[in-house]
């Protein structure tokens, strides 16, 4: 497959977005194969209902996020096929590293990652390229800290919140084929579609041979996707107003500012630890994810029509949705990526089954599911969504997921709408 992305677009979109405002724009125009992939982003014709684009659940409107209230969108050729996850936004997505199994990643920790699109297309292997920036920053260590991991093997990368696609290309054939999102019958009948409306323009880009390719004109169309994804400044822009605070130009109001305490303070929320928030050395902005893979063992969402079964589980890691060698090992299961939390604010369900609906029930649940779970589970049924059997892949050593039935909650009443203040000011958009 060719290579999916080019480093200097990924850097370039970053730089941009920190122009100041009334600066001359030079955001470059998309490229033609990026403007190809536009086109397809919002063609509903691309799906076996003939209604559903990647827009019509990534919606631009809401940071590429379902701006309804569903825990799971419904898809397929009726459009009343009910998906099995919570849709994320695929804003930043572009900077998820391809995934890996390794070392509990120092780099990462100090808020540094290998862009998937960096290492895919430099020469050095992502291992080389991770393991240099590992050594320059082996020293920093201050600051929130995850459990004792060190020298612990962890998933980190990939997308999909089991991390099963390590490039946007890849990923962007899931929905096309999957029965109950677009749908499209197989990649025969997703071929016609796509050489029907848009075999001109791919002759042109990438040759006419490559119409007569099946493969080939399929797999251009999802390079084209992920270029867009890429290179569209709207996927990445940086512009929330936690950005403009940490380059000077905004200031944090008192109720925010004390959110960013607890957030960071390894005895209070010691959110950081997983979705970091300082700038990599070298100045880019943060993105709230270490990319690590955890089994936080939210409580089952009953809203997911899967769900009605008692005998199914969404393990992530370890499947059903993930089906490679991974999804073989038990001390996988109940792993789900680690998110951005950028934009998080305008989601309208939080975790992978979308079973909050209010960001401050989120917090809640990582202060009282040990302390209090009668809170958080059905009376008597602690981790309902996880087998008894895997309840031992729990993360019980990260703050504050570490304290026992009983103990005070880390985070008080106040201090959770403190926090929830600082997570609004993760949101695109800001203007003063
Ligand atoms: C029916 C709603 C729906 C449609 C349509 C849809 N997606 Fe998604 N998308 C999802 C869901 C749900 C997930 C998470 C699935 C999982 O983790 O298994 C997801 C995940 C993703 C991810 C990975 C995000 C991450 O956090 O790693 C990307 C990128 C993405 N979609 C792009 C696209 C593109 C491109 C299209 C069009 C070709 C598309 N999606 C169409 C619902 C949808
Ligand atoms: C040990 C790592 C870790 C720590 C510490 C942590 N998180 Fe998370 N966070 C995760 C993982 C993993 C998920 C996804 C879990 C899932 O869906 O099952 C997640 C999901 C979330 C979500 C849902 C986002 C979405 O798009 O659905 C929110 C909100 C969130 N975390 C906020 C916080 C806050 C606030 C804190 C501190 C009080 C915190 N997290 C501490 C790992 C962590």
Not at 17 to 46: E, I, M, N, R, Y
Request: hydrophobic share 40%; net charge negative; proline share 9%.
């Amino acid at each position: 497959m060719r290579k999916p992305t080019t480093p200097a677009l990924v850097l370039a979109s970053v730089l941009l977005a920190t122009t100041p405002a009334g600066a001359v724009d030079l955001t470059p125009p998309l490229s033609a194969v990026a403007q190809l992939g536009k086109k397809l982003f919002f063609d509903p014709a691309l799906s076996g209902s003939g209604v559903m684009s990647c827009a019509f659940c990534h919606d631009p409107a809401n940071h590429f996020a379902p701006a309804n209230d569903l825990a799971v969108q419904l898809g397929g050729p009726g459009m009343d096929q009910p998906g099995f996850r919570a849709t994320p936004s695929i804003a930043y997505k572009s900077l998820t590293p391809a995934f890996s199994i390794g070392p509990s990643d120092p780099a990462s920790e100090a808020g540094e990652a290998t862009p998937m699109a960096i290492a895919q297309t430099s020469d050095t292997t992502e291992d080389d390229a991770t393991g240099a920036i590992a050594r320059l920053l082996v020293a920093k260590a201050a600051g929130p800290k995850k459990g004792d991991t060190s020298g612990a093997l962890v998933a980190r990368g990939g997308l999909f919140w089991d991390g099963r696609a390590d490039t946007l290309e890849e990923q962007a054939l899931g929905p096309l084929l999957s029965p109950f999102e677009m749908a499209n019958k197989d990649r025969h009948s997703l071929y016609l579609t796509i050489r029907k409306s848009y075999g001109a323009e791919i002759a042109q880009l990438f040759g006419a041979p490559v119409l007569a390719d099946e493969a080939q004109t399929v797999d251009e169309a999802a390079f084209a996707l992920a270029r867009y994804q890429v290179e569209d400044p709207a996927f990445q822009p940086f512009s929330s107003k936690y950005d403009a605070y940490l380059v000077g130009k905004a200031q944090l109001s008192p109720a925010e500012a004390r959110g960013l305490k607890l957030f960071d303070d390894p005895k209070k929320g010691n959110c950081a630890a997983c979705h970091l928030d300082t700038p990599s050395h070298d100045g880019h902005p943060p993105l709230f994810t270490d990319f690590e893979f955890e089994a936080l063992g939210v409580p089952r969402n009953p809203a997911i029509p899967a769900n009605a079964d008692a005998a199914y589980f969404d393990l992530g890691l370890c499947g059903p949705l993930r089906t490679d060698s991974f999804a073989s090992k038990p001390a996988n299961c109940g792993l789900f990526k680690t998110p951005t939390l950028r934009n998080v604010a305008t989601r309208h369900v939080f975790f992978h089954n979308g079973v909050y609906t209010k960001l401050t029930d989120a917090i809640r649940f990582y202060v009282l599911r040990d302390t209090q779970p009668d809170k958080i589970y059905p009376a008597g049924q602690p981790f309902n969504d996880l087998p008894a059997r895997y309840r031992g892949n729990l993360d019980r050593a990260d703050a504050p997921l570490d304290r026992h039935l009983g103990d005070k909650p880390a985070l008080s009443e106040a201090e959770i709408a403190d926090v929830a203040a600082f997570l609004q000011t993760l949101t695109d958009g800001y203007t003063r």
